[in-house]
């Protein structure tokens, strides 16, 4: 099978997902080709080939940033000459992009944020989550080619190869019609969560009881930290949201009150030393990353938690 | 401007998800079906894009039972509704192909969907309309305006990056949670709701391009779980709390 993936940059800088893709693409390929692609940026190509069979460096008119268009353009000239079996692309802000236009274009099959993938008699088998981590489905695709976007930090274990690399002059055949305006820079922030041995969260399920735990924090000498909703609604500033579009830590204690669990929440904190969660539905994904849980209403159990503690107030240790 | 707005009926995953006997399906009993909590994000922001620049917005659903959540959609001040009868178990796809077809029929400036669907979670049926339809498109939008012909969006990026493009007209977005905090439905809205167009569009489906294999529970490690009254279960927690040395 020619496995292809399509590589990501910004800022001069490799997305690290591009070489779990590659990862991905040695382990389905079996006695085809593992073949990355990099549009726009040729000094990457060579760290690339130490994971793919072949590279397909592309370079041409206004590709250096990222804009789908153009780039599902030469994507789409690369494939009518050396035609996929499977493209990988991340589960990414490009990948979100890039992927159905590539789909809809090629007319075949595509399945976002896969977790594991293997080669069938005929096609693939791929396995996602749904439901927010709730539940797997496992789903066949039987026709060739299929897009496939991958959840990053999946993919781990290393490829040894030295590819090939093929440079290819492609222009986009006509200009796109989105324009990029500007990159905005992360916020600055004011509290700095990553910092913190002790972190009480908390999520939609615990928006009612913000006070308690601004007060369990105190108690322990910890930092309030909430689920993207919590956020978005006003409740605690962008500096506090942990996740993929927030910030990645790993305190000593992390306590989890009324968050689901889902993956881009976890994937910010799944690293921490002790997960304690408080949720009251027992398939809640969150019991698959915490180390501890109580099946609890968090309004029930919070004031028992507090009372406990005030009656023997504790010292923080720092 | 017209605006148009993809919604889909979704179960919630905060209902029971029990697995039924084929293994492939989710016993629909169990389920509570609502308007996908992206789409509300994406139903408000085409509102106050009319509330600014005057114009209709239209709500398109694909699915049997759509009709509630189009209805909360109507209340929300859509101005009509537009469901394609489709029966359960079509794809991202087939679902893009039936938002595709009724944007043909219509004339429209700009679309909005939202980012993902709860209960599927593919983040696909709003690019791929956009992709079929030819016109230019941004997902995970956390801020839009219009301006002289052209729509303005900052999409997410990783790492707390944000881009700023410009999308001429007709284009499509698909909305981020954080755009916005969507408005109550009302008691008038509900009322004048009733008096709203809420249309079928029948739409020739072709096949699926995936089948579902198997649908089961993740096997990954389970939290060993504390139980007890709620009173010996805080004494536990506090006692786990203690071990990790941030209390004395
Ligand atoms: C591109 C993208 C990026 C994202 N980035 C992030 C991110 O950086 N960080 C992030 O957190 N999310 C992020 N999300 C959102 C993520 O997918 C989830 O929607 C979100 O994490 C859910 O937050 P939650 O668990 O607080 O809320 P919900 O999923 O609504 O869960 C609430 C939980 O509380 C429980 N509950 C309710 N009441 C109680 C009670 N009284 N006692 C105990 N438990 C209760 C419920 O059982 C439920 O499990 C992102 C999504 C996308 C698509
Ligand atoms: N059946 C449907 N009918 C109308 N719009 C849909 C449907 N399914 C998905 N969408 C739209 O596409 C977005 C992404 O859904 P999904 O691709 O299922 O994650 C949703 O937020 C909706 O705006």
Known sequence: ??????????????????????????????DGTSEAVIIGDETLSNSLASHADTVWSISGDQLENYNPESHADVLLQLFKREPPDTVLLGNTSQGYELAPLIAAKLHCPIVTDIVEASPEQKGLTVSRYIYQGKLMVDLKISRTPCILTVRQGIFKNEAKLSGKIIKLKLNPTKPPKRRFLKLIEPEKCEVD?????????????????????????????????????????????????????????????????????????????????????????????????????????????????????????????? | ???????????????????????????????????????????????????????????????????????????????????????PGFDASMAAEAVVDVLKCEAFDIVLSGFMSQDANNALVGALAAAKLDIPFATAVTELSVEGGEARAVRELEGGYREEVALPLPCLVTVQSGINEPRYVSIMGIKAAKAKELKDHPVKLGDAT???????????????????????????????????????
């Open chain 1, 1 to 30: 099978m020619r496995v292809f993936a399509i590589a990501e940059h910004r800022l001069g800088e490799l997305n690290p997902t591009s070489f779990e893709l590659l990862n991905l693409a040695n382990k389905i390929k079996g």
């Open chain 1, 193 to 318: 969560i990553c910092k913190a041995d002790a972190i009480v969260a908390i999520g939609r399920g615990a928006t009612a009881s913000l006070q308690l735990a601004t007060k369990l924090a105190a108690l322990i000498g910890g930092t309030l930290a909430g689920s993207r909703p919590v956020i978005d609604s006003g409740l605690l500033t962008k500096d506090r949201q942990v996740g993929i579009s927030g910030k990645t830590v790993k305190p000593k204690i992390y306590i989890a009150l009324g968050i689901s669990g889902a993956f881009q929440h976890t994937i910010g904190m799944k690293d921490s030393e002790l997960i304690i969660a408080v949720n009251k539905d027992p398939q809640a994904p969150i019991f698959n990353v915490a180390h501890y849980g109580a099946i609890a209403d968090v309004q029930e159990i919070l004031p028992k938690i507090i009372n406990k503690l005030e009656e023997h107030p504790p010292t923080p240790t720092t």
């Open chain 2, 1 to 87: 401007m017209r605006i148009f707005v993809l919604v889909k009926h979704s179960p919630s995953p905060e209902s029971l998800l029990r697995v039924s006997a084929d293994g492939k399906s989710l016993d629909p009993t169990c389920l509570t079906y609502d308007i996908n909590e992206w789409d509300r994000y994406a139903v408000e922001e085409a509102v106050r894009l009319k509330e600014k620049h005057g114009g209709e917005v239209v709500a398109v659903s694909v699915g049997t039972n759509c009709d509630a959540t189009l209805r909360k959609c109507l209340a929300m001040g859509v101005d009509r509704a537009i469901k394609v009868p489709a029966e």
């Open chain 2, 210 to 248: 995936v089948s579902t294999e198997r649908i089961y529970a993740p096997p990954t490690r389970r939290a060993e779980i504390i139980s007890g009254a709620p009173l010996e279960v805080a004494e536990k927690l506090i006692e786990l709390i203690r071990s990790k040395g941030v209390l004395r």
